[in-house]
């Protein structure tokens, strides 16, 4: 009987069962390399693209055309054929029939006007932004408490006094609430000085030039300085730096006429008259004083006046016409000026220092104070058809220091009536601005651009991200 081999079973046994197993591996890959093939022939190829139409210029795929299509070229010239003289004439006229100085009721009336007028000519919309800010103002109540310059003699009597209003040279202008000439801010006081020093444009090289070729001390006299060359608010903080305990500018012919003559001068001729009275801000800062930084709101911190964070003057200062420069200049004795200080009065200039009679002495009584006033920005609104999240901004401001015919309320009159236009074509459906115009009105900008500060103070973040332009009408018309 043959002997069974259990060795050689079990191996012819296993050997079959791993070829087993190797074939049905392998038919499992094949099914499974025939399925990826399949899934990558499906989703790995692209499908077939449709044609593009051929289009001139540049162009988007996915992008609205209007995004990129050009605006209508007759809108321009519809625009402008549409603007009437006469219009801007009238507005002119009314805007400036009435003093409007910032933070009065005839402020608030103009800035009201103008949004009834931006609602009524079919723009989207009009509004006003109220902020409460700090302001000056002089005493108009009150003859002797009014601002003064006087030369006394040496018993204390008055030999001359400033005019307390400018000389009404027009019948227009015989308004009872024309404010007197003075700076706003001026720090109140009522000083006294034996020694007036002239320092030509009160700069700080016209200091120094004092300093290294004189023997005059500036240190508790009163200067007097001619209007020009840098802000009125430079030159009193110049005086106050080198110790002056008060400061007078004025407007020299030389600067404010035809040649420096006196002779064709306004209601002849629009050149300053010797009355004429530059009033202007002394604040060398921009916004409200009493909130640097952040938006002057109802509910707003606010610094005290005396703080450092509010940079107001400490001296008195006041502006005088060329008609009281020439009676103060003439009082003065010491050295006479080098040819580049003299201007075009009719007097022999002189570097002062004591005035030219013992014991004669100069005041300046300076009453103006400050005041937290509301003031107000208006705005009209046509919204963009394409890119309304995008601003063109037209702008001007609206308060004056007296009527404000040129300076502002020429670019007023222009920009109410390019908003009249541009408000009846959208009225009518005829035409939409690409981006958003906002067409604004800005409150005591003569104080230190406040209106308009404070407003982009508020919104900082969205104009400075959808802002694309500003277009300034300040002073729009200039001349006769």
Not at 35 to 41: C, F, S, V, Y
Not at 186 to 200: I, M, Q, T
Not at 402 to 423: C, L
Request: proline residues 5%; glycine residues 10%.
């Amino acid at each position: 009987m043959q002997e069974f081999n259990s060795t050689d079973g079990f191996v012819t046994k296993r050997g079959a069962h791993v070829r087993r197993n190797l074939l049905i591996s392998a038919l499992v890959c094949l099914v499974l390399g025939m399925a990826i093939g399949l899934l990558i022939g499906r989703f790995g190829t692209c499908p077939e693209q449709p044609e593009l139409d051929v289009k001139d210029g540049v162009f988007l795929p996915g992008i609205s055309e209007k995004i990129i299509q050009d605006g209508d070229p007759t809108i321009s010239d519809e625009i402008i054929n549409n603007i009437k003289s006469d219009n801007i004439r009238d507005y002119l006229r009314t805007l400036s029939e009435f003093p409007h100085l910032a933070g009065t009721d005839a402020d608030y009336r103009q800035a009201k006007e103008l949004h009834d007028f931006w609602k009524h000519e079919g723009l989207d919309e009009a509004y006003l932004t109220p902020y409460d800010v700090l302001l000056s103002y002089p005493n108009v109540t009150d003859d002797d408490m009014m601002n003064r310059i006087e030369l006394l003699d040496d018993t204390d009597g008055i030999v001359y006094q400033s005019p307390l209003r400018e000389a009404i040279l027009h019948p227009t202008e015989n308004k009872s609430d024309v404010v007197p000439p003075f700076n706003a801010y001026s720090a109140p006081g009522d000083v006294v000085s034996e020694r007036l020093a002239y320092v030509n444009y009160g700069r700080l090289e016209d200091y120094r030039w004092l300093k290294n070729n004189t023997s005059v001390d500036v240190t508790g006299a009163i200067v007097i300085v001619r209007y020009g060359k840098i802000f009125r608010g430079d030159k009193v903080h110049l005086a106050t730096l080198h110790g002056a305990i008060g400061i007078i500018i004025y407007s020299d012919p030389a600067d404010y006429t035809l040649d420096g003559s006196t002779s064709r001068v306004y209601p002849e001729d629009w050149w300053l008259p010797p009355s004429g009275t530059q009033r202007g801000t002394i604040y060398r800062g921009l916004g409200d004083p009493l909130t640097p930084g952040y938006p002057a709101t109802e509910t707003s911190y606010r610094y005290t006046e005396n703080s450092s964070e509010a940079q107001l003057p400490t001296i008195p200062a006041h502006p005088v016409g060329y008609g009281i420069g020439q009676n103060l200049l003439s009082a003065m004795a010491g050295e006479e000026v080098p040819a580049d200080w003299r201007g075009a009065l009719n007097i022999t200039y002189r570097l002062g220092g004591l005035l030219n009679t013992t014991g004669w002495k100069i005041r300046m009584f300076i009453s103006t104070k400050n005041a937290i006033r509301r003031t107000y920005n208006a705005f009209g609104i046509i919204r963009g058809a394409i890119e309304p999240d995008r601003y063109v901004l037209i702008g001007n401001h609206r308060d004056a220091w007296v009527f404000g015919a040129m300076d502002p309320s020429s670019g007023t009159a222009v920009m109410k009536e390019v908003s009249r236009v541009m408000g009846n074509l959208v009225q009518q459906g005829r035409w939409r601005p690409r981006r958003t115009v906002i067409f604004c009105s800005w409150g005591s900008e003569e104080y230190g651009l406040i209106g308009s500060n404070e407003w982009v103070e508020q919104y900082v973040k969205n104009l400075a991200a959808r802002s694309v332009a500003y277009v300034n009408l300040d002073t729009a018309v200039i001349g006769t």
